[in-house]
Structures are given as C-alpha cells and as structure tokens.
C-alpha cells in the first residue's frame, strides 16, 4: 500500500513551469513515441539530463525515472525472448538478452526514433559526443547486414542509453503502471530486435573461448598515450592484433576483432598451402591429431592444458619461422622438461611440433 502511494506521488507531483513546456517540441517527441501523455511534466523529467541545473528549471533530471525504466525494459524483453524462443537453452536466452539490455543498444534505439535531439542538458561535451555519435549510427545503418547487437565500432554517450530507459518508466507511471502499454510503445522502437539468427559473438569473448579449446595462452597489453588508449593481442607470445581508440573497452574490442581476422585469414592460408603441398595436409592432420590427444591426456588427468611459449621468431615478413617450446604441469611430478619444437613456417605448426615430442615424453613417463 504504502509502494503504491509513493508511485502515485512520483507520477502526479512533477510541476513544469510553462516556459519549459513551450520550449518542449512535444509533437514531434510524442509523434516519435506514438504515445500522448497524460502528464507531459514526466516525461519532461525523463529527458532532463543531470548537467541541467534544476535549480534553474525546476525538473529534477532523469535518474529516478531511469531506474525504473532499466528494470520494466529489462524485464519486458526478457519475457519476450523466452516466450518467443521456448528451445533455447539458459546459456543462449542469456546471450540474448545481454545484446538486447544494454546502453549502447538503447543508444541506438534513441538516435534511430530521433530521440536524442530531445535531450535537455547543459554539457558542450556531451553535444559533441552525441553528435559523433550520431555520425557513426547513420554510418552503421548504410552497411548491409550490420546489426547493432554490440558489434558498433563507437562508443555510445551513457545518456542516450538513459533516456530510452527513463522514458519507459514515464510511461510506465503516466499509464497507471500498466506495463503492457511501455511493451507497445517499445516494441516497434526496438524493432528489429536481436534473434539467434542475427546475434554475433562478442569479439573478446569468441577469441577468449577459441584459445580455450586450442589451449592457448591469451594476453591483452594495454598502454595509453594521451587520450587514446592502445589494446595489444598477444598468443603464446606472438602478437596477433592491436588497435587503438580513447575508450580502452573498446580498443580491446577492436583488437580482439582484428586479431580473429588476422587468425582466420592465417588458417585459410595454411589450408591452401597444405593443399598444394604433397602429403602435407595428411601430415598437418596427424599433428593436429596429436595436439588434442595432448589435452585430452591432461582432461583426463585433472591436469591443467598444455603451455605453450614462443622460443625464436625470425625471417622476413613475407616468410617469418616460429620455434615453440610446450610443457605440461602435472599433478604428481610437477613441471615436466619443456620441449622445444622444429622451427616451423606458422604458429599453430611450430606448436604442434613442440606438442608431438610432449605426448612422446609423457607417454615414456607413464607407460
């Protein structure tokens, strides 16, 4: 009872003085919304940034409806996918609601519906960075296939993000709490809304999971000069990707990407050679073959997967040679002697060189 109370207090005591409400293009923002308020003094509210004096205008900024509105728009959706998608299973539905319950997809949807141009504030640097930000989206919508899912290459300003959540607790308050009225007014604004077809795999997480099964060694070096922050990738000690941008989240994100790129392109690389060569791809097989024979080894053993360390790295770059050298932590003998693999034309080859004397000697220790 006492919840209630505060709800309708919250929805009815919002007083705008009337020079505020004609400065408000209320059409157009109510046009974009395909909503009409009851009570337009809440959603004044809602797009009242906090660099807004209030002692000035007398609205207090958005945060309190912000908070409301990140809970009801985070519930709605995840209501949405899991009725929608009954097959999934946890760990896929969780993929799917991170990419649709996040800012810099709420930021897309704001500058999209042309909702961004409604923002009170008072910040010169907030303008420039929405303005930027604005440049970058109507960028992303010219690319053919670009979704939005967390995969922007611009950090969105945490404001844009906000006000799609403050307004979706403006409407929850104006309609008597009825969140079946934010779902309607939302629903086509999220559109499209990420599916399994349409959601890709965060860069940092795809590499993070790829070195895992390959049991490689992942290391991000991050260092800063000025305000640009520059991210590198590193594999078992060779560089693989790196890029730069003033926010370092995204920077790693670059990075990350640039470096499954530079992978991706390596292994097609590989396969035309071994292709060409004769006898070669039936013998790149059986290393392969051995490597995972090494970890299952080490699966089965409780021992942690196979280290690898880069040893010599030399040649032009047209035809560089790695020598990697591997051991194995046991649980019974500890560290057994590294072995220093053939120097070989790639990575992935120099390793599984160093992991075929590995299985050699491992299984001399335990037969």
């Known amino acids: 009872m006492e919840m209630e109370m505060e709800m309708e207090c919250s929805a009815s ?15 157009a923002l109510e046009g974009a919304l395909n909503v009409k308020f009851n009570n337009r003094g809440l959603l004044v509210e809602a797009i009242t940034h906090a660099s807004q004096p209030a002692s000035s205008s007398g609205v207090a900024s958005y945060k ?11 519930d709605l959706i995840t209501r949405h996918l899991f009725f929608n998608y009954k097959h999934l299973p946890p760990g896929r539905l969780t993929d799917l609601r991170s990419a649709s319950v996040n800012n810099e997809y709420f930021a897309r949807v704001a500058v999209k519906n042309n909702l961004h141009v409604h923002l009170r504030h008072a910040s010169t640097a907030l303008e420039k960075q929405i303005q930027d930000f604005e440049k970058e989206v109507q960028k992303e919508l010219l690319k053919p296939g670009f979704n939005s899912f967390g995969q922007g290459d ?26 079946s009225v934010v779902w309607k007014v939302f629903q086509p604004l999220l559109h499209p ?20 099964r390959q ?23 060779v560089q693989i990707g790196t890029a730069q941008n003033p926010q370092k989240k995204m920077a790693q994100k670059l990075a990350a990407r640039n470096a499954l790129a530079a992978l991706k392109e390596k292994e097609t690389a590989e396969t035309k050679e071994d292709d060409n060569e004769d006898g070669k791809k039936k013998k790149n097989g059986n290393q392969t073959l051995t490597r995972q024979m090494l ?24 035809a560089k040679q790695f020598t990697f050298a591997g051991s194995v932590n046991t ?33 001399r220790l335990y037969s």
């Open 13 to 27: 005591n919002v007083n705008v003085p009337e020079d505020i409400l004609r400065s408000i293009d209320f059409d």
């Open 64 to 74: 309190r409806l912000e908070l409301i509105g990140d809970a009801i728009l985070a």
């Open 154 to 179: 611009c950090k969105a300003p945490k404001a844009l993000g906000d006000i799609v959540e403050s307004i979706a607790g403006a409407i929850f308050l104006d309609s008597g709490r009825e969140t």
């Open 193 to 212: 809304m990420v599916t399994p077809e349409t959601l890709s795999m965060h860069p940092v997480r795809e590499l993070q999971e790829r070195c895992v």
């Open 215 to 237: 049991a490689e060694r992942l290391e991000y070096k991050e260092s800063r000069s000025g305000n640009m922050a520059t991210v590198e990738v590193f594999i078992d000690g």
């Open 295 to 318: 970890n299952e080894i080490c699966f089965r053993r409780n021992w942690p997967m196979p280290v690898y360390k880069l040893v010599n790295e030399g040649g032009p770059a047209h």
């Open 331 to 363: 649980t019974d003998r500890g560290w057994i002697d590294e072995c220093v693999g053939d120097t070989m034309p790639s990575v992935k080859k120099a390793k599984d060189s160093a992991a075929a004397l590995l299985l050699e000697l491992i299984n």
